[in-house]
């Protein structure tokens, strides 16, 4: 109900279109991005197009520019897929796997908004469909909704200024105890 929800809305406010996205890629296309520069792609060879050898994905930073310009999207349009990935040199944790299976989405930004107002717009569009999602939740299941009513914007560097003997991980929890929903600029 929750991804249904939320889908159905951040496609409707940002304008996107769903691309099936690519379970494997050949090496040579350069398009299973190289994430840190030391992941290893898992790759097989593939007998029934001639040997050829195929990487599974690990990133689809570069299919998903690709994809907009092959397919024309135009300024303010964009896509949105879901990514099943192994990502054999990922450090495993809490909230890391070596699968991954994602939602994503890209846009081709329009000329002259690649500035931090249409960041801020962009991420105020983006918490009103999760606020949206919540308040969705709230209803159905009669669990009380506990997000904020707005987005606070903070720069990186601000953080360190306000919090200077806190780690960078401190600071985030310290910023978000002080507002409830933050967005970090320039990390």
Known sequence: FIKD???????SALNLQRISAP???RPETGLNDN???VERPVSFDAPCIGGATLEIVHSLAKWKRMTLG???FNPGEGLYTDMNAIRRDEEVDNLHSMYVDQWDWEKVIPDGHRNIAYLKETVETIYKVIRLTELAVEA?????AILHKK????????????????TPKEREDAITKEYGAVFLIGI
């Open 151 to 166: 987005i606070t914007f903070i720069h990186s560097e601000e953080l360190v200024e306000k919090y200077p003997d806190l």
């Open 140 to 144: 159905r299941y009669d669990i009380e």
């Open 23 to 25: 379970l494997f890629v």
């Open 35 to 37: 994430l840190n520069g």
């Open 5 to 11: 929800t939320f889908q159905h809305e951040i496609i």
């Open 70 to 72: 092959r397919y024309g």
